[in-house]
């Protein structure tokens, strides 16, 4: 198994380029031209030679400018050294709309014939070798999987890694681009997008006459970067109404106005940058994901997708994942001891330089050596026993579903009540659990499966029992286990529940106790009530009427040691990884005021909400 090189004091920036220009040729602001008319600014290093060389390519809405605020940057001359080092161009390109590329900017790399017109361009050059594969993580990756649909004859291989943003409807999601999670707005989008968005009354346009060597020399002291003022976005994120909170802030005019008010089933999310699951994929794929990334849920449905409905067997076999206990595209922070949030996952390092190379080896310069059929197919990290396993598929084969159904005497309002989970069926005559949520007064978001919201939540494991001292919380823990239980797939969540709001939501939230009563979030899901009949249609409740709501499965590998428990939480609220319902029944985002909603789970024999665990014992 690939692990780690020794960490090496890193070059600055001049350094860098004195060791690229010695290999390579460097063409900086290329402007690529579309079909349209519209040209993209492009970066190509290739090496100094006189033969045809594979591509590896990156799309991105970030600057990659090398000169900011006056000084050279090393990190996007590192990415291309190490490239060419092994023998590839490196080519990086911005998306439409954004820095030194012509055009309006839509969120993932819309239209998505750039990238098919970026393949050609680059296949006809004289100095490819015709073979193309893309790389990148976040928004650099989550373009590819729309544009790999397109069957371009060049796009030969994808490394993908914290791609959850590129999947609209997928197996049991459909977040249309993480936008939601159980037709609630996930809220990092907003704060992601006061930076990342493009007003275009602001934007400086350059004339069409100006050239690569003037945009370049241009670039030196003008890198088109807009400096945001810093948000505390702890408090930004409560304003409402929810639609005018990048305003509120001061921020660029965008495309947050349009997608804040697109339902779930909106045409429009079909018309972008999305792929999603009607969709052909003919492309072999690297998929890199995460456990604290907001995107593991439906990285993993496309993975087990693609695997079962790519064009054909080859590409369905040239599927390979692999699954770090880290945060959002922070593979590579891993160290002797990756602490993640406040817990510490052990040594969870991999050599991903290598992984990737070999990749590209293999599908753009045919090195059969690195054929990934010697590999192994899925590699997961189990937290708790802390160590890289291996498996043929995911959910691992030896993960048997087993139900625990929830159960309490009436009164498992926090850590305090008595709620627990348990392996057998509950009582015919349980009484429900009440709690009150009132959308003034949320359940906080402590940790979590969450990225890019500045300082409103921090990512990762958290010590959960204070939280849980909250009567808003209902609290399901099982006795602790005598021998270590491994719990490693998907987790499915079906509550029976009711309240006097014409909607409202239930959030689920997946715990390890430790025997010292450190609990730490593993995962956590939502569904919005009215869309519990599908997210086609909203339906609202009835007061008093009893429910069922199956959520969005939550995943996770975890050792659960002797003597530890496993834990459930359930409420109607974790903000602001989830945009706060106000129960009204309304459209949310343009109101201002909620109304508190009184809400009940059932678990009974008639109505026995249960989660589905997929347990692997030792």
Not at 41 to 69: C, E, H, L, M, Q
Not at 223 to 236: C, F, N, S, T, Y
Request: net charge neutral.
């Amino acid at each position: 198994m690939a692990r780690f090189a020794h960490a090496q004091t890193p070059l600055n920036a001049a350094e860098v380029l004195q060791q690229l220009e010695q290999i390579a040729i460097i063409e900086q602001k290329v402007m690529m031209p579309m079909r349209d008319g519209v040209r993209l600014a492009t970066d190509i290093y290739r090496p100094k030679t006189d033969g045809r060389v594979p591509i590896i390519f990156s799309k991105t809405p970030y600057n990659f400018n090398n000169w900011g605020d006056g000084e050279q940057r090393a990190n996007n001359y590192q990415t291309a050294l190490d490239a060419v080092k092994r023998g590839y161009a490196y080519v990086v390109q911005n998306e439409r709309g954004k820095f030194f590329s012509e055009g309006e900017w839509d969120i993932l790399g819309s239209p998505t014939t750039d990238g098919y017109d970026a393949f050609s361009w680059m296949a006809k050059q004289p100095w490819s070798n015709g073979k193309i594969g893309t790389l990148g993580c976040s928004s650099t990756a989550e373009w590819q999987m729309a544009v790999a649909a397109l069957d371009h004859p060049a796009h030969a291989a994808m490394v993908a890694q914290g791609f959850g943003a590129g999947v609209g409807r997928v197996g049991g999601f459909m977040e249309q681009g993480n936008w939601y999670r159980g037709g609630a707005q996930q809220m990092l989008f907003t704060a992601w997008l006061y930076g990342t968005q493009v007003d275009a009354m602001a934007r400086p346009v350059f004339p069409k006459a100006a050239t690569s060597e003037d945009l370049a020399r241009v670039s030196r002291f003008y890198d088109l970067a807009p400096e945001m003022p810093k948000v505390d976005w702890a408090q930004g994120l409560r304003h409402l109404p929810v639609q005018d909170i990048i305003k509120n802030a001061n921020g660029q005019r965008g495309v947050y106005d349009k997608m804040i008010v697109r339902k779930p089933n909106d045409p429009d999310w079909y018309k972008g940058g999305l792929y999603h699951d009607n969709m052909p994929f003919g492309v072999p794929s690297f998929w890199f994901a995460s456990w604290y990334d907001v995107s593991t849920g439906p990285n993993l449905a496309l993975f087990n997708h693609v695997r079962k409905n790519a064009v054909d067997e080859a590409t369905r076999n040239a599927q390979y994942l692999v699954i770090a206990p880290t945060l959002h595209c922070a593979y590579k922070r891993a160290t002797a001891n990756t602490v993640v949030g406040e817990r510490s996952v052990g040594d969870a390092r991999l050599n991903y330089d290598d992984l990737t190379y070999g990749w590209f080896d293999y599908f753009l310069k045919g090195e059969t050596a690195k054929d990934p059929a010697k590999m192994p197919r899925v590699r997961y990290y189990t937290m708790g026993s802390n160590k890289w396993q291996t498996s043929e598929t995911w959910p691992p084969a030896n993960a048997q579903m087993t139900t625990y159904y929830l159960s309490s005497g009436g009164r498992a309002n926090s850590l305090y009540g008595d709620g627990k989970l348990l392996a057998t069926p509950p009582a015919a005559t349980e009484k429900p659990d009440a709690f009150t949520y009132d959308p003034a007064f949320p359940v906080p978001s402590y940790g979590g499966n969450v990225c890019c919201t500045g300082n409103a939540v921090q990512g990762g494991a958290f010590d959960q029992h204070q939280m849980e001292t909250r009567q808003d919380i209902l609290v399901y823990t099982t006795e602790p286990f005598a021998e270590g239980v491994e719990l490693s797939g998907n987790i499915e969540t079906t509550l029976y529940v009711a309240s006097d709001a014409k909607d409202t939501d239930f959030t689920v939230k997946l715990v390890d106790v430790y025997p010292d009563g450190r609990a730490y979030n593993l995962d956590e899901t939502i569904l919005r009530a009215r869309y519990r009949e599908g997210f086609d249609k909203a339906v609202m409740m009835e007061k008093g009427k009893v429910y069922k709501l199956t959520l969005s499965p939550m995943a996770t590998s975890n050792f659960f040691a002797p003597g530890h428990r496993i834990r459930i939480e359930v409420s109607s609220s974790n903000f602001p990884r989830f945009e706060r319902n106000l129960n009204t029944g309304g459209n949310n985002y343009d109101e201002t005021k909620g109304i508190v909603a009184h809400n009940q789970v059932f678990h009974t024999a008639k109505y026995p909400s249960q989660v589905r665990l997929p347990l692997v014992r030792k």
